[in-house]
């Protein structure tokens, strides 16, 4: 990787540890139900309905943003609790404020910034919320674009999200870098593109990857990424 102008990230999962905002978030919503449940049975049901819900949306079948409202709904009906959109609230309410960057994010993201151009490219389907959660972590001040894919009308893995800031930007794909966790929505798709990855992994490493290269935290990433802009005749501090 050589001449990199540009390093764009994922957000869920990525910069952010979505899986802990959304289980603490569905622990505090079963404990404020009028009904005693197990909380991790509520947990368990609540992950089989998001992940209904993201078929559902592929297959052009619901509307995307109504995904807080049919997740929990149905799985309220499956304890037979009555439902009342005030649970989405509390839901949302502890799911935005508990969002928080990964140790380690924030240093990366610092000494990037001012190096190279950077970007949040977010799958997210509701802009609003996800650039609220982004606010959150106090990490927005550092990149040049937020773009959530609800505003662009594509999502990944589609290259027209990968190649929508290499082309604002008048770059070419192999000076860019797309750092994401997913291996068919981030690595595939930004590769496809053209863009160099690093796939970001919180838990032992993948058998099989695509990615240029493997970062199992922020320490690691923080020393390739470095590494490659050393080679750029980047000032590296």
Known sequence: ????????????????????????????????????????????????????????VNDGKVEATNIHNYRLYN??????????????????????????CFSG?????????????????????NSEEQKRRINNTGIARFFDDIVVCADIGA???????????????????????YIGDSEEYDIKGSREAGLYTIKMVHNPL?????????????DDLYLLLAGVLSRNNVLVE
């Open 206 to 218: 993948p058998k099989n990857s695509i990615a240029d290269f493997i970062c199992v935290d922020f």
């Open 75 to 100: 799985t309220l009906q499956y304890f037979s609790v009555e439902w009342k959109k005030e649970y989405v609230d509390i839901y949302l309410q502890h799911f935005i404020q508990s969002t928080v």
């Open 155 to 177: 999502y990944k893995p589609s290259k027209e999200v990968f190649l929508y800031l290499v082309n604002k930007y008048g770059l070419a794909p192999n000076e860019c870098i």
């Open 1 to 56: 990787m050589n001449n990199i102008k540009a390093v764009f990230f994922d957000f869920d999962n990525t910069i952010v540890d979505y899986v802990k905002s959304d289980i603490d978030s569905l622990r505090i919503l079963a404990k404020s139900l009028p009904v005693k449940l197990d909380a991790n049975a509520f947990i368990d049901i609540a992950v089989e309905q998001i992940m209904k819900f993201h078929d559902l």
């Open 105 to 125: 994010a924030e240093k990366v993201i610092e000494y990037l910034y001012g190096k190279v151009k950077l970007g949040i490219l977010s799958n997210a389907y």
